[in-house]
């Protein structure tokens, strides 16, 4: 057995590890219009043990590659589902996407479920208040931003990252973690507030993935292809948006094709709480979550899937230092909590469903991020 050690503060060489990126919420379709879901569902395989897998299968037939039932690149484990929708019929207020994983042989190597999605009508139009949040954008959640001209699907670009520079991708999202930031101190602090995210608030977007980070933005409502400067509602899913350089002369976020610039608004002389903007200046934004499962195989051919997958999630410490309570389930079947026993190197479940664990020695675990 690998030490829990080694476990917890280190990738074991054989670790493969699938990832589910998709939105919190997807829009009905109504009729015979189909409203794909927008980010599409994504997924991403990483670890280094895929690569054994491969190199392994070099010599042994029955060992082939995993395979991704949509439009796939497999040279970068990616896959994108982008014919996803959800019809008036189905009467489901929450949904979960279900990935079945297959090596190229037919083999089966799991099943892996998404978090839950919300399913909306439409974009809410109502001036949005805090008494319901449930649409609401907190500070330090994760979203995606698109851009979309004239309603067509085609023309569809999303703010990601590539080479260590903000891009508009018309195949890949990613996911930004946006924070509200508190304006009393300069830029070099930034220091980062709790809360829902509303019209004229100084944000920051981080880029999940890479750490790329944009400047102290303003984020204004648009309407009309107008920024509205005295607007500060919160900010609702699927919201059309824009997002000003702080300290700026009316510099704007904006795309242009691939590229991702800034654009300066032109002022309306009438209206003084208002700039016009141009289109790749006009942003949809959406929360959108992740969700990761990570597995390490022998390097023999496994004949059962690997799901259920167990998740955690949390990790309690109790007053006895070795002791902790350890929370999680078998995804979505939501099964007992899940508790274990170490000695020495050895890890062994307990007989025992309330989920207290006994842990390692002090000296021999580092701290769980």
């Given at each position: ?266 002022p309306c002389p009438k209206e003084a709480n208002r700039e016009l ?80 664990c006994a842990g390692p020695g002090r000296g021999a675990k580092q701290?769980?991020?």
């Amino acid at each position: 057995n690998h030490s829990v050690e080694r476990r917890i503060g280190e990738k074991l060489p054989a670790d493969q590890t699938v990832l589910i990126l998709h939105a919190k919420v997807a829009q009905k379709s109504y009729g015979n219009e189909k409203r794909f879901f927008c980010p599409p569902p994504c997924v991403y395989l990483s670890g280094p043990g895929w690569k054994l897998k491969q190199e392994q299968g070099s010599g042994h037939a029955h060992c082939p590659q995993p395979t991704l039932g949509c439009s796939s690149c497999p040279p970068q484990g990616f896959g994108c589902a982008k014919a996803l929708y959800i019809s008036d019929a189905d009467k489901r207020k929450h949904f979960r996407l279900v990935l079945k994983l297959f090596f190229s042989n037919g083999q089966e190597i799991g099943t892996f479920h998404s978090k839950l999605i919300k399913v909306i009508s439409k974009p809410s139009q109502k001036k949005q208040s805090l008494k319901n949040t449930d649409l609401c954008i907190s500070s330090g959640s994760k979203v995606s931003l698109f851009n979309r001209l004239r309603s067509q699907t085609v023309s569809t670009r999303y703010l990601s990252v590539e080479g260590g520079a903000f891009i508009a991708s018309a195949r890949q999202w990613a996911a930004f973690t946006l924070h509200l930031a508190d304006e009393r101190y300069n830029r070099s602090e930034f220091p980062l507030r709790e809360g829902y995210i509303r019209y004229g608030s100084v944000v920051q977007l981080i880029c999940t993935a890479t750490g790329v980070t944009l400047p102290p933005l303003i984020i204004r409502k648009v309407s009309k292809q107008y920024a509205m400067l005295d607007v500060d509602e919160p900010i609702s899913q699927l919201h059309k948006c824009a997002f000003q350089f702080q300290g700026s002369d009316r510099m704007y976020l904006c795309l242009s094709t691939e590229k991702v610039i800034q654009f300066q608004a032109s002022p309306c002389p009438k209206e003084a709480n208002r700039e016009l903007l141009n289109d790749g200046s006009c942003w949809t934004i959406i929360g959108t979550e992740m969700v990761e499962y990570t597995f390490s195989e022998s390097l023999a051919c496994a004949r059962e899937p690997v799901s259920p997958v167990p998740l955690i999630a949390a990790l309690q410490v109790g007053r006895a230092p070795a002791l902790g309570r350890l929370l999680g389930h078998l995804h979505p079947q939501r099964a007992p909590l899940l508790g274990f026993s170490w000695r020495g190197d050895a890890a062994r479940p307990l007989p025992c469903s309330s989920g207290l664990c006994a842990g390692p020695g002090r000296g021999a675990k580092q701290p769980v991020p």
